[in-house]
Every structure is written in C-alpha cells, then in structure tokens.
C-alpha cells in the first residue's frame, strides 16, 4: 500500500517553525502563514501589466464609440435643419394661400425714388406664418425693418431661422437704416443661417427663382403659377450659413468685417432697374440680417463655396438642405453637377437676363 508523506512534511515544517519562532500562533496547521494567507486574500492593487491591459480596452472601445457618437449628434442636427426649412416651406404654401403669391421682402417704391420709405425684409413678412405673430405685429412697417424703431425687434433672430450645425449667428453691428443708406450707431441685427431663392448668375446670365422682391406696383412677388419648371424642382429656400462670410471652405472671415461695401440686385429683366447698394452697412442690413431681404443666388452653379451673396452654402458635411416649392426638403451633395443646381434655382427656363 503506497503512503501519503503530505502529512508528515507538513508536520515538519510546523515543527520547524516553531523552532524558528517559539511559537504556533502565526501558523495554521498546515504549516502556512496565517499573514501571508490573509495578504493574498485581500490583495487590491492592479500590476501595471493589469493596468495597460484596461487602458488599452477602453482606448478601442473610445475610439469606436466616440466616431459613432459624433455622427448621430450630425445626423441629429442635420434632420433638425431639414425640419426648420420644412416649416418655412410650410409657412411660404400658407402665405401662398392668404395672399395668391409666394412669399418675398417689399419695397414700397425705388430707393432711387423720393416715393421710398420702407421697406419690409422676406421672413418679417413670413413670421405670421411660423407662430411669430407677436413679433410680427410689433414691427413697424412704415419704416424699413431695419431701422431704428425697430432696434429692439431685430436684435434676435427667432429660432427657427437657425441651423444647430453652424456657430452662433454673427451680431451685425451699425447698420444702414435704409437701403444704400450710411451706417447708424448702435443699430444692430442678428444674421440668419437661411435664404430665399433668388434664382442663379452663370456666364453672364441671371435666371430668377422663386424668391422676387416686390418693388411698388413695379416688380411683384412670384405666384405659383409662374413656377413653369415645376414645384417639385424648384428651389424654394436653401441653407446660407450667417456665423460667418466664406469666400471658399479655407478662407472666411466675420461677416462685419467681411461684408462687401457694394452689391447689385436685379429686379427685373432690365439692368438700368436694378437696386445698387453703396455702403458696406447697407450690404449687412439687406443682404445677411435675417430682417432684411435674406435672398441669395447661385452663382456658377456651385454649392457649399460662398455665401457672399447668400448662396447655398450649410456647416453639414459635405451636403447642403434644401426646401423646394412643393414643400419637400431633400440634401443635395456638394458634388452635384453645376447644371442640376442652375435649372433647379431657376423657376422658368425662358426666366433670363442679360441674355441673348
């Protein structure tokens, strides 16, 4: 029969310690430490080799959450872009409906004319039809909006005139209080990230769109009818991001510093008609506040290189938003062809100035 020595050898070695020690009081009776025992069982510390191990799992899991994170947040912003330029094309078919005609800002005659006093920007006309009623109705419209009995009106932009995805809307400081007017002290507005279209300029030719400014009994605003191309292609508003002015995705500056000190606006199919704006001052007022005329053109086609002059230009990567005249918005890619986006600005092919 073979024999277990575990006991003896474990006799031993408490035979030997209390030898060492003069004592059995450290030791159980298997000969071990009781300290060391207790030592191994409430050990807490990780070994660096633990540490590295955790480090390096939460640096994977980081790198693939935080990429995904970022793009829900964008895609967030982007549909919530979409819906605000939902709701003006909703409000543009409700105007459309009251008054027989889309949407636009009015003059009440030629600012080359001693008959011009006022003058009312396109979504001041348009805040009844967005729940702005309020604001609306406390808007003097005897006077340009931009104006100074109207400084307390148009400091803030409402909220639905804002895309998430660009910075804060720039504060635009001593506006002109009329059109090609100098600037007034403390006469400010907030820019606005949103455009009316005006339609497109390419090789020397301006096709009108959707958006026209009333001048008098003159020029009068786009009706329905007149969008021969079809609502359905046909831009009605667009994204023009107002935190800033790019003259291409490298080169921008504030739009107060930026600012052209002139700008043309053609009203109708004859050159000498056209509105000139002089003053940089003015140029803030008309064309980037969100109470001024807030239209923009496309110019040469191209989308998401300027917004100078209130083109399609978005802070979505690589898309702009657009509403189109039969309500629907759809994103269009930066890389859409030059052609596509002119004949969808436009609202009548025949629609062309400075033509042959």
């Known amino acids: 029969m073979a024999l277990n020595w575990r006991p003896v050898s474990n006799f031993l070695g408490v035979v030997k310690a209390f030898v060492s020690h003069g004592s059995f009081a450290d030791f159980d009776v298997c000969g071990r430490s009781v300290f060391n025992i207790m030592s191994r069982r409430f050990r807490s510390a990780f070994t660096l080799v633990e540490l590295m191990v955790v480090i390096s799992i939460i640096g994977v899991l980081a790198g693939l959450l935080i990429p995904a994170i970022q793009a829900t947040r964008q895609a967030a912003r982007r549909m919530q872009c979409q819906s605000n330029l939902k709701q003006l094309g909703l409000a543009s078919m409700n105007f459309e409906s009251a008054y027989r005609h889309l949407p636009g800002p009015t003059m009440n005659a030629h600012p080359k004319t001693t008959s011009y006093l006022s003058d009312v920007g396109l979504f001041v006309n348009m805040l009844p039809y967005f729940e ?3 604001l609306y109705e406390s808007i003097n419209k005897n006077v340009p909006s931009n104006s100074v009995p109207n400084k307390s009106r148009i400091e803030k932009s409402p909220s639905l005139l804002k895309c998430p995805s660009t910075l804060d809307s720039e504060l635009l400081v001593n506006l002109s209080d009329r059109f090609s007017g100098p600037s007034v002290a403390g006469l400010q507005a907030q820019a606005c990230d949103y455009s009316g279209n005006d339609g497109a300029y390419i090789a020397g030719k301006a096709h009108f769109g959707t958006i026209r400014l009333r001048v008098g009994s003159v020029v009068k605003e786009r009706r329905l ?5 079809g609502t359905s292609n046909t831009f ?12 291409s995705r490298k080169v921008s500056f504030p739009m107060n510093e930026g600012a052209s000190a002139t700008f043309t606006y053609l009203i109708d199919m004859n050159p000498s008609s056209a509105l000139l704006s002089t003053t940089r001052a003015s140029t803030k007022s008309y064309l980037y506040s969100w109470s001024g005329f807030r239209i923009g053109t496309v110019v040469g086609g191209a989308i998401n290189e300027s917004n100078q002059i209130g083109e399609p230009f978005g802070e979505h990567p690589g898309i702009v938003n657009f509403a189109f005249t039969d309500g629907s918005v759809r994103s269009l890619s930066e890389s859409v062809d ?6 969808l600005a436009t609202a009548q092919n025949h629609d062309v100035a400075f033509g042959d």
């Open 236 to 247: 009605l508003f667009w994204e023009s991001a107002g935190d800033r002015i790019s003259f």
């Open 225 to 229: 009818a007149e969008v021969t191309d």
């Open 132 to 134: 702005q009623n309020a």
């Open 338 to 343: 030059s052609a596509v986006v002119v004949a």
